[in-house]
Every structure is written in C-alpha cells, then in structure tokens.
C-alpha cells in the first residue's frame, strides 16, 4: 500500500464509520426532537399513574401475567425502553412487579424489584407503558408458580450498567428465556435484551424461537419467526419482521406499530381463557 492510497482508504473508512453512526444516532436525535423523550424533567415530580390498561384483579379471577414496555426516564428515552412483568396469582386480589431498578444497588444490595406497592401498568417517570405481552389461565399459572426460582437464579442482582447491560431489559430477556411459555418478543429499542455472559455468545431470543449471537450486548444478530432479523450494533438494534412486516429502526423500533399490543405474539389458547373469565 502506497502513502498515496493510505489516506484515501482512511478518508473511506471514515466516511462509512461517520454514516453508520450517524444512521445510528438519528432515530434517538428524532426522538429529542419530537419531544419523546426529556432532558429537563424532574424525577420527584414525575407522575406513576395506573393507566387502565391491567385487568381489574377484583374482577378477574383468573392468573394474569403481563409484560411491559415504557421509554425510560430522562434522556435515555430517546434510545431506549423499560420493561417490567406484572403478575397476578388466580384469586389473588394484588399485582406483583417484577423489574430491575438501577438505584436499588449499592452496598451490596439487589436491583431487583418484587413489589406490590406500585401499579402494574403504572407510568414509568410519567411514559405511558405499553403492553406487550397478555398471557392468562394455565400458562399464567405454570409462569407464576416458577418465577420465584427463576427470579432467585437471575445472575446479575448485585450488578446494573444501563449501557449494554445487565440492566432491566437483561432481566426480562433472561426470564423469558427460562420460561418458554411467556413466549415475549421484546422491543427491539429494549437495550440490553441481547446482554449475553462472557461464557456465552449463543443463546436463544427472549421469544423462544429462531437463534441469537451476541458479544457482551454490543455487536449481535438474532433471526427468529417471531422478532425477524435483528442486527445490533452498540446495543441499537436495526431489522425487519416478514411475519408482520415492519422496520426496526434505532431509538425509534418497530414501524409501523400495530395497537397496544404491538410486540405481541399470537396469545393462542389464552383468549379462550380471557373470554371466559368475561362470561
């Protein structure tokens, strides 16, 4: 190689590197814009309103398990979501949350949040959450009654890193991975669903389907019939789904969205169980 090429195929390698991170950074920069995410707000004042959207557990009678999805607090939103589960054992008067929360750790104590106190389709710091998984009847059961083993053996409770993870989104991934028939397909804005261990690189997507290769979050791929091919890149993830076709786009996620439960898998039997529990 001459030095009369050197610095043209540096003046190339940085014009590519410059576009991809531009393209990277543009969905987030949307986002700023259009309000989607604050950079000024107060989190002592940020509301955590119910927002209607759990089923009312003295009227339903039946196990309810939901997971949602919210954009997260303060600047972070314009690249990425908060997922959290939400679960009601049959008869059960009360939703359990589950969820990772950053500023629970320190001195050696968990990030991990199992707690009745707040709703569990409250406002995530005043975000709108968003439903994106509704499973009931025996599924909900046989999910509720191995969570708490699932739960106690999730490896990273002493450990948070909002970028690439582990972090509330490697929660999520890593329960529905171990409960098959959660059957979740998370948002592809959930940065840190793809934080795999140093020991493993291949994995399973959280939805249960298709395969997963990861390097610690930051460089992956996932193809699967549920999410469809996912390609990240410092934990933004582009793609498309064939099965309802769509885009996946960085900080922005699945276009177009299709409705409240616009993650969401086919619920297959539970609506037979959701339409009795109506009658």
């Given at each position: 190689?001459?030095?009369?090429?050197?610095?043209?195929?540096?003046?190339?390698?940085?014009?590519?590197?410059?576009?991809?991170?531009?393209?990277?950074?543009?969905?987030?920069?949307?986002?700023?814009?259009?309000?989607?995410?604050?950079?000024?707000?107060?989190?002592?004042?940020?509301?955590?309103?119910?927002?209607?959207?759990?089923?009312?557990?003295?009227?339903h009678q039946?196990?309810?398990?939901?997971?949602?999805?919210?954009?997260?607090?303060?600047?972070?939103?314009?690249?990425?979501?908060?997922?959290w589960l939400?679960?009601?054992?049959?008869?059960?008067?009360?939703?359990?949350?589950?969820?990772?929360?950053?500023?629970?750790?320190?001195?050696?104590?968990?990030?991990?949040?199992?707690?009745?106190?707040?709703?569990?389709?409250?406002?995530?710091?005043?975000?709108?959450?968003?439903?994106?998984?509704?499973?009931?009847?025996?599924?909900?059961?046989?999910?509720?009654?191995?969570?708490?083993?699932?739960?106690?053996?999730?490896?990273?409770?002493d450990t948070?890193?909002?970028?690439?993870?582990?972090?509330?989104?490697?929660?999520?991934?890593?329960?529905?991975?171990?409960?098959?028939?959660?059957?979740?397909?998370?948002?592809?804005?959930?940065?840190?669903?793809?934080?795999?261990?140093?020991?493993?690189?291949?994995?399973?997507?959280?939805?249960?389907?298709?395969?997963?290769?990861?390097?610690?979050?930051?460089?992956?791929?996932?193809?699967?019939?549920?999410?469809?091919?996912?390609?990240?890149?410092?934990?933004?993830?582009?793609?498309?789904?064939?099965?309802?076709?769509?885009?996946?786009?960085?900080?922005?996620?699945?276009?177009?969205?299709?409705?409240?439960?616009?993650?969401?898998?086919?619920?297959?039997?539970?609506?037979?169980?959701?339409?009795?529990?109506?009658?």
């Amino acid at each position: 190689m001459t030095s009369s090429t050197l610095p043209f195929t540096l003046r190339r390698a940085t014009f590519w590197l410059m576009a991809m991170l531009g393209f990277l950074l543009a969905g987030p920069i949307f986002n700023l814009a259009l309000g989607r995410a604050s950079v000024s707000g107060d989190w002592r004042s940020a509301t955590h309103r119910s927002t209607g959207l759990a089923p009312d557990a003295a009227i339903h009678q039946e196990a309810i398990v939901q997971v949602y999805a919210s954009r997260a607090y303060g600047w972070r939103g314009a690249f990425a979501d908060h997922t959290w589960l939400a679960v009601k054992a049959k008869g059960a008067d009360h939703y359990t949350r589950y969820e990772v929360i950053g500023w629970y750790g320190g001195g050696g104590r968990s990030v991990v949040s199992v707690s009745s106190q707040r709703a569990p389709d409250a406002e995530w710091f005043g975000a709108s959450p968003r439903l994106i998984r509704d499973v009931r009847g025996h599924d909900a059961d046989t999910i509720i009654s191995k969570l708490p083993k699932v739960v106690a053996a999730y490896p990273y409770a002493d450990t948070y890193h909002a970028w690439p993870g582990p972090n509330s989104n490697t929660f999520i991934a890593f329960v529905a991975r171990e409960l098959p028939e959660l059957h979740v397909k998370l948002p592809s804005t959930a940065i840190g669903k793809d934080f795999l261990s140093a020991s493993q690189f291949v994995a399973t997507p959280p939805s249960g389907s298709g395969f997963q290769v990861s390097l610690f979050g930051l460089l992956g791929i996932i193809a699967s019939p549920d999410e469809g091919l996912e390609l990240n890149v410092l934990g933004l993830v582009t793609g498309f789904e064939l099965r309802k076709p769509a885009l996946k786009l960085p900080g922005i996620g699945r276009i177009p969205r299709d409705g409240t439960l616009e993650q969401a898998l086919p619920m297959a039997d539970n609506s037979r169980d959701a339409k009795k529990s109506t009658q």
